[in-house]
């Protein structure tokens, strides 16, 4: 979930590049999508038409937040909404060029807000989502609670045996979900000295499939797991307390030894369209909503399996007051 060097310090790089179908949300399922990023949307700073091209990231969070922006921007301010999924360092370079024209959900890029932003202005600030991310690792409630010691890292040796996996190679079992995400996670284990192995699920959702697997039948784990995510409501986990992250502390991702930050999730606007981008840009710089409302959004896509598009609608219908001070 991040991206290069954990100043989120933490990104999550997720899913390949996909190119939606206008106006349509696509969900990614799985990886290994050809690279898009060269491809712009049809939509992209189009002149003289009532169109927005938004990146998308592959976790559900993300979508959310795409989704009732693109529903509001179509049926209340009547725009067109193209989407483009791209991984998210390629996304800032699409935004730069133009080739989309917002992100809403991002993690913290400080090499790319220092050439974009501060350097080539060819992007702008677009103001906080109101949502703070946090990576951390995790062990289920129900484990916590019959050994809570298990959530300090200084003890997780003790239970290496218990969160062993045949996947594991003889050592503690530390679940992380795609390779493409860039963690602190290997670097961690080998700094803190820690008798476990990263094994990869191979993204968020065969991730996500193990969790609730290893759930029902009760049996102890350790993940790699982030907020806001909506499977805490389904499966309640405990963080385990790592090293104090310190300003600076994940700099090096040789020698991070420290816990990931909180991060509070920023959007990002292409310069020429938060100038000219009329009511669009106006209402993506006023979008905000809490992690409760981004998780209410990402149940229902996630677990109720309604299209994102559908989620957007149901959840504008029901919270009005939330989204109308957005339009004006």
Same mark, same amino acid.
């Given at each position: 979930?991040?991206?290069?060097?954990?100043?989120?310090?933490?990104?999550?790089?997720?899913?390949?590049?996909?190119?939606?179908?206008?106006?349509?949300? /696509?969900?990614?399922?799985?990886?290994?999508?050809?690279?898009?990023?060269?491809?712009?949307?049809?939509? /992209?700073?189009?002149?003289?038409?009532?169109?927005?091209?938004?990146?998308?990231?592959?976790?559900?969070? +993300?979508?959310?937040?795409?989704?009732?922006?693109?529903?509001?921007?179509?049926?209340?301010?009547?725009?067109?909404?193209?989407?483009?999924?791209?991984?998210?360092?390629?996304?800032?370079?699409?935004?730069?060029?133009?080739?989309?024209?917002?992100?809403?959900?991002?993690? *913290?890029?400080?090499?790319?807000?220092?050439?974009?932003?501060? *350097?080539?202005?060819?992007?702008?600030?677009?103001?906080?989502?109101?949502?703070?991310?946090?990576?951390?690792?995790?062990?289920?409630?129900?484990? /916590?609670?019959?050994?809570?010691?298990?959530?300090?890292?200084?003890?997780?040796?003790?239970?290496?045996?218990?969160?062993?996996?045949?996947?594991?190679?003889?050592? *503690?079992?530390?679940?992380? *979900?795609?390779?493409?995400?860039?963690?602190?996670?290997?670097?961690?284990?080998?700094?803190?000295?820690?008798?476990?192995?990263?094994?990869?699920?191979?993204?968020?959702?065969?991730?996500?499939?193990?969790?609730?697997?290893?759930?029902?039948?009760?049996?102890?784990?350790?993940?790699?797991?982030?907020?806001?995510?909506?499977?805490?409501?389904?499966?309640?986990?405990?963080?385990?307390?790592?090293?104090?992250?310190?300003?600076?502390?994940?700099?090096?991702?040789?020698?991070?030894?420290?816990?990931?930050?909180?991060?509070?999730?920023?959007?990002?606007?292409?310069?020429?369209?938060?100038?000219?981008?009329?009511?669009? +840009?106006?209402?993506?710089?006023?979008?905000?909503?809490?992690?409760?409302?981004?998780?209410?959004?990402?149940?229902?896509?996630?677990?109720?399996?309604?299209?994102?598009?559908?989620?957007?609608?149901?959840?504008?219908?029901?919270?009005?007051?939330?989204?109308?001070?957005?339009?004006?």
């Amino acid at each position: 979930m991040r991206d290069t060097n954990h100043g989120r310090p933490l990104r999550r790089r997720r899913g390949a590049a996909l190119l939606a179908a206008a106006t349509g949300l /696509a969900v990614l399922t799985g990886c290994g999508a050809a690279d898009m990023t060269r491809q712009a949307s049809p939509y /992209a700073a189009a002149q003289g038409a009532k169109t927005v091209t938004l990146s998308v990231q592959s976790w559900v969070g +993300a979508q959310a937040n795409t989704a009732v922006a693109s529903y509001l921007l179509e049926h209340e301010l009547g725009y067109r909404v193209d989407t483009v999924q791209v991984d998210e360092v390629p996304a800032w370079d699409a935004l730069s060029q133009g080739r989309v024209d917002a992100i809403l959900e991002d993690w *913290g890029h400080p090499e790319q807000e220092k050439r974009y932003v501060e *350097g080539k202005k060819t992007i702008t600030r677009g103001g906080d989502l109101g949502v703070t991310g946090h990576i951390g690792w995790f062990v289920p409630t129900y484990f /916590a609670e019959a050994h809570p010691d298990v959530t300090d890292w200084k003890n997780l040796d003790k239970y290496a045996d218990r969160l062993r996996t045949p996947e594991s190679r003889g050592k *503690g079992q530390l679940l992380d *979900g795609s390779p493409s995400y860039i963690t602190n996670d290997k670097a961690l284990v080998k700094n803190l000295d820690l008798d476990f192995e990263v094994v990869f699920a191979g993204s968020e959702a065969a991730q996500i499939t193990q969790i609730k697997q290893f759930a029902k039948e009760r049996k102890p784990f350790l993940t790699y797991w982030y907020e806001p995510q909506w499977l805490f409501e389904r499966v309640p986990m405990t963080e385990v307390k790592l090293p104090e992250y310190t300003e600076g502390c994940a700099d090096d991702p040789e020698k991070v030894a420290c816990a990931y930050p909180h991060t509070p999730l920023q959007k990002y606007l292409n310069t020429r369209f938060a100038e000219s981008g009329g009511k669009a +840009a106006d209402f993506l710089k006023r979008f905000h909503w809490t992690k409760a409302q981004q998780n209410e959004v990402s149940l229902m896509i996630a677990e109720e399996k309604l299209s994102p598009r559908q989620a957007a609608k149901k959840w504008v219908e029901r919270n009005e007051n939330v989204w109308k001070p957005w339009l004006t």
